[in-house]
């Protein structure tokens, strides 16, 4: 069964500093994609940055970019200068081709310090 | 565009009694999704349809809930009876769907509580 693992349900940062939520997820496709998703206290679902299996290149979106180790079956999001706005709970996510449908993980609620 | 519309954005009603939720996907996108999310047990798929049609609702959890969706700019998420376990928040998605999986783009949500 595909799987998405979060194993930080909340984590901290101060304003203007680093901060890197992990995941990990478990399939034996060979060609998929992975997502960061934001959910802020709105609740909308947010794409934050894609990454698909067969790019060795990690992606980035401005201040966020991910640590997409595919052996290792894990997908890190960096977020850079964090901002107040970023205060809000994160989601990753997993699908296939052909599969047509988001596998999340559990969720990793981020707090930003000022 | 406006994005993915869905209404209405917060539901209460008595057990037992219907609820229809509303989801307008993006203009163009061929596939919507329709997912619930609950505190114990987090995002989950409910069903999606491809170009209209229902292609996958194993997460359906039973025959109380329905899905139709007539036209491409139109589906609902019916609950009959409903019940207070069915309390969440529904999200629609669409996605342009291409040969390759495509970014989900996702609604506000509805928020049912069922008393």
């Known amino acids: 069964a595909q799987t998405v693992t979060q194993s930080q349900p909340e984590m901290s940062v101060q304003e203007a500093e680093t901060v890197t939520l992990s995941c990990t997820y478990d399939?034996?496709?060979?060609?998929?994609?992975l997502f960061w998703y934001k959910q802020p206290p709105s609740r909308q679902m947010i794409l934050v940055i894609r990454q698909e299996a067969y790019k060795q290149q990690n992606a980035t979106e401005n201040r966020f970019s991910v640590n997409f180790q595919k052996a290792a079956k894990s997908f890190s999001l960096k977020i850079s200068d964090s901002q107040l706005g970023d205060a809000a709970m994160y989601f990753c996510a997993y699908t296939t081709q052909g599969a047509q449908k988001l596998v999340f993980g559990q969720g990793t609620r981020l707090t930003i310090n000022p | 565009d406006a994005g993915v519309i869905q209404s209405p954005r917060h539901e209460v009603t008595e057990m037992g009694q219907e609820v229809t939720l509303r989801c307008k996907p993006i203009?163009?996108?061929?596939?919507l999704f329709w997912y619930r999310q609950t505190m114990m047990r987090g995002l989950e798929l409910l069903i999606y349809?491809?170009?209209?049609?229902?292609?996958?609702d194993s997460g359906m959890p039973e025959d109380r809930f329905s899905a139709k969706m007539p036209n491409a700019s139109f589906s609902t998420l019916k609950i009959q009876p409903s019940e207070p376990r069915d309390s969440a928040v529904y999200f629609c998605?669409?996605?342009?769907?291409?040969?390759?999986?495509?970014?989900?783009?996702f609604g506000p949500g509805t928020r049912l509580l069922v008393l």
């Open positions: 998605a669409s996605s342009p769907g291409t040969r390759y999986q495509e970014t989900q783009y």
């Open positions: 399939t034996s496709e060979s060609d998929y994609y």
């Open positions: 203009s163009g996108h061929d596939y």
């Open positions: 349809f491809n170009n209209n049609v229902p292609i996958d």
